[in-house]
């Protein structure tokens, strides 16, 4: 894709957006964790584990016994959403350890976004993004070839696919941008400046390099010169409550090969978060209360993207 190209994508953003988005796997849970509005979730393929990080990077084990976590989401009364790719089931865990399968049938799950009080999940083995109800209804919103990465924000999808990242609009208009390397996961912030809504996209592939995508539709390297071992997991770090600005737009990358989360400032300075395992997705817990659920949505006409 030409920069023209992408900057009139990045523009046709700016009326829309997409939630955060989590997938994992099935579970035992591992005790009553403690967690709170900022903390950090992240998969572990290899243990086929879920764990919860604090502020501080101090971690307790969620829940073990999956098979083979992927994304996951975390909504503000702490219920826990994973995919679980090896029985294609999506599972909901309570803040009491509860457990239960939202869903089931998913080929290969493996992305998962909060889509306002419903999921969108990235179903690699079907070449399908479905979204699934609170009741645990599963309508396909859209073809494309072996998703990995979805995030749902502000009515755009972002969808990270072979070697690029599409994006639908509201009005189901596609774009791509073609980043010369597979593509794994994708997160996305919004910021106003200016009175304007710009909005930032983070991509990681499996050369090593994470791309920033700039409201102006600029792809950079971030950070600029940083090579990761296997880059997966992309997380932005919310507010954890009103008024909190500490480490607020932060950005975490689960290096899995390195058994790292690492994060960086908006100027892409480094510290390591924490080690452990095979860090694979990553979700914050949300600071506000989810939205109730509205009537189910009319299903948007079926849409397809092929490569």
Partial sequence: MSLHHSRSLL?????????????????????????????????????????????????????????????????????VFVCEAGSGDLLKFTSDGTKSVLASGFANPIGISFDGAYFLVAENGADAITRVGPDGSKTPVLTI??????????????????????????????????????????????????????ETIIVSTDSGIVNKILPDGTIVQFPLGTTFDTPNGIAFRPARFSGDEDGVGNIYVADAAAGEILEFTKAGVEETFASVGNPNFLAFERATPSPSPPPSPSPSPLRTRSR
């Fill in 11 to 79: 523009a046709l953003l700016g009326r829309t957006g997409l939630a955060s988005c989590a997938v994992a796997a099935a579970f035992i849970f591992a005790g009553q964790a403690a967690a709170a509005p900022g903390d950090l979730y992240a998969t572990d393929l290899t243990a086929n584990a879920v764990y919860i990080f604090a502020n501080d990077g101090t971690v307790q084990t969620f829940a073990t016994g999956l098979d083979q976590p992927q994304g996951v989401v975390v909504d503000a009364g702490a219920n």
């Fill in 145 to 198: 070839t072996a998703p990995r990465g979805v995030v749902a924000k502000d009515g755009n999808t972002f969808v990270t696919h072979g070697t690029s990242l599409v994006i639908v609009a509201a009005d189901s208009s596609m774009q791509e941008i073609e980043l010369g390397s597979a593509t794994r996961d994708v997160a996305v912030v919004s910021e106003t400046v200016n009175g304007v809504l710009e």
